[in-house]
């Protein structure tokens, strides 16, 4: 059975501070790793897709890694701003049909206090 | 750019009766996707559909149905409501069946009574 594991489930930071979210998973077969961003009472957004290939992908303040041999994907967001705080979600494809189906972590709720 | 779009965005339901849940996209995508979202748990795939006329199952396929008409159109029925499907649903599309960022709709918060 697979599964996705983020840890921890909720996190507080001050204002300024580098912080790394994780996402552990089992099944080293993978072909995409994505993080997205949930706030409260809305939809998810994306926010870095790393494709198998890939060991890394990064958009202004985040970065995000893959290593398949560890079963471990890592989000790196730097400088946190209080317009950070929201829950991340990591998803990793659900299965081997070669559609978008993923399957989520249950998220890290992150609050960077001012 | 309107993206995609839920409605209703809340329900209350009785046991047993039925509703259809509305997801459209305006991005020409060819993949949709209805998830479910419940408390302590990671967003699980219901069913998917990858292009007009094409559906299959996901991890909890049970109680609802699809189809898929049109690409813009994807919606959820649910034949026979149970407290056990109160969650917010959330309908999400891509460019391709394969890779690419998947655009989620703001969901449908449903309660079944």
């Known amino acids: 059975k697979q599964e996705v594991t983020q840890i921890p489930a909720a996190l507080s930071v001050p204002e300024g501070e580098n912080l790394v979210l994780n996402c552990s998973f089992t099944?080293?077969?993978?072909?995409?790793l994505q993080w997205f961003r949930q706030d409260p009472g809305k939809g998810l957004t994306s926010l870095l897709l790393?494709?198998?290939?890939?060991r890394e992908q990064t958009s202004g303040r985040l970065n995000a890694s893959l290593d398949k041999s560890s079963g471990r994907s890592t989000l790196y967001i730097a400088a946190s701003q209080p317009g950070d705080s929201a829950t991340y979600l990591c998803?990793?494809?659900?299965?081997?049909?070669?559609?978008?189906?993923?399957?989520f972590g249950t998220g890290t709720r992150l609050t960077v206090i001012p | 750019n309107a993206g995609v779009t839920q409605t209703p965005k809340f329900q209350v339901l009785k046991t047993g009766q039925s509703m259809t849940l509305q997801c459209a996209q305006d991005?020409?995508?060819?993949?949709m996707s209805w998830y479910r979202q419940d408390p302590g748990m990671g967003l699980r795939l219901i069913h998917y559909?990858?292009?007009?006329?094409?559906?299959d199952q996901g991890e909890v396929p049970n109680g609802y149905n699809v189809s898929r008409s049109t690409t813009e159109d994807f919606p959820l029925r649910l034949l026979s409501a149970a407290p056990s499907q109160t969650s917010v649903y959330f309908c999400?599309?891509?460019?391709?069946?394969?890779?690419?960022?998947?655009?989620f709709g703001e969901g449908s918060r449903l309660t079944v009574l």
């Open positions: 559909s990858v292009g007009a006329g094409i559906t």
């Open positions: 991005m020409n995508h060819e993949y």
């Open positions: 998803a990793r494809d659900l299965d081997q049909t070669g559609a978008n189906n993923l399957f």
């Open positions: 999400a599309s891509s460019w391709s069946r394969g890779t690419g960022e998947l655009f």
């Open positions: 790393i494709q198998s290939s890939q």
């Open positions: 099944d080293s077969a993978i072909y995409n």
